[in-house]
């Protein structure tokens, strides 16, 4: 199989899942003018046989993925209090006077830092979601986060004491120049904290629909801490945190004698417990997810000729279940984002739409894209007297 490991440079890999052409996850359509020119790319998961990482091995230009990115951090409440939380912890544990992000979004992390009274940057590669930043008043650059943008933030601002990247890091097919960046950005005794969707949750709770174009790696411990250790990194933390269904933190630092905590040795127990850097796990897990994409897409497929179906949550994983399991019967594809409302799915063009719809149209199913925010969407529309159905980590219905 052709490709190189994005984390030990092995040329040997091998798919564990072959998705087929699928529309871009992010890809919402501004309306059925917009079908025509829909494109697929085809999404086959590897695992490499040297270090077991997770990886999509031929990304999507990312021009075409990330250019108009319908994804605002901070409509989602989640998310914007997962970023509170992280402000206070990089405030309490490293106490920084200058913060650098990469992959800021609109600035869903940038605002509390500043408000803390800690100068926040952030480099994103979407000039809409920039924008979006700059009129919130933070300062935030559209481009690629490499040596050179690090070197003109460098002279505009000083050396950083926190380089850091929320699902940012994972995305990028040359993680070398993000590390090549944070290495030229850094104070000597400064920190690269990252935090990305966790190969040990992808595990865990066989979340393949997290699997798309735009996800490019899953990391874990294992496979992250030689990709650092080539560019002089050193991981001296790591833990789980509960983000996204899942995400791993991991702090490094340049120093030579940084030892790392007790959670980091815990995680590495976990994951060899776990065998979860090895290609045989992968494709167990392979298997696993076909399985699961069928069950839903035959169970749905009968339900649909009797009853009305809709799907709440427009993310990602939504675009990744209607498509795998056809689900092209769906009444309507809900979410509260005025990014999304008003758009078409991906693939299905389901019609995406505000709550309220909802309440107009009661269908007899709603099937939760967005499973991992399944009580809070659930607490949230709690008239609704049909049945609610998620599909991961099994099919249920309640
Ligand atoms: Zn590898």
Redesign the pocket.
Known sequence: MKGT??????SQLHPILDLGEMPLAGGFLSGPEAIAGERRFPLVIHT?D????VQITEPVDPDVLFQDYAFSSSTVQPLVQHFQSYASWLKERFDPRLVVEFGCNDGVLLEPLEKAGITAVGVDISQNITDMARDRGLKAIAGFFDAESARAIASEYGRADIVTGSNAFAHNDHPEAILEGARELLKPDGRLVLEMMYAGDLLDQLQWDTLYHEHLTFYSLG?ISPLLSRYGFQVTHAERLPMHGGALRIVASMEANASPTAATNELDAWESGHRLNEPETWDEFGRRSLSKIRIVRDTFAALASRYSIWGYGAAGKATMWVNAAAMHYLGGMVDASPLRAGKLMPGTHTPIVFPDELKKHPPDYIFVTAWNYADLIRSKESWFEGIWSTPLPDLRFF
């Open positions: 490991c994005r984390a030990c440079l092995g490499c040297a270090c077991g990482l496979t």
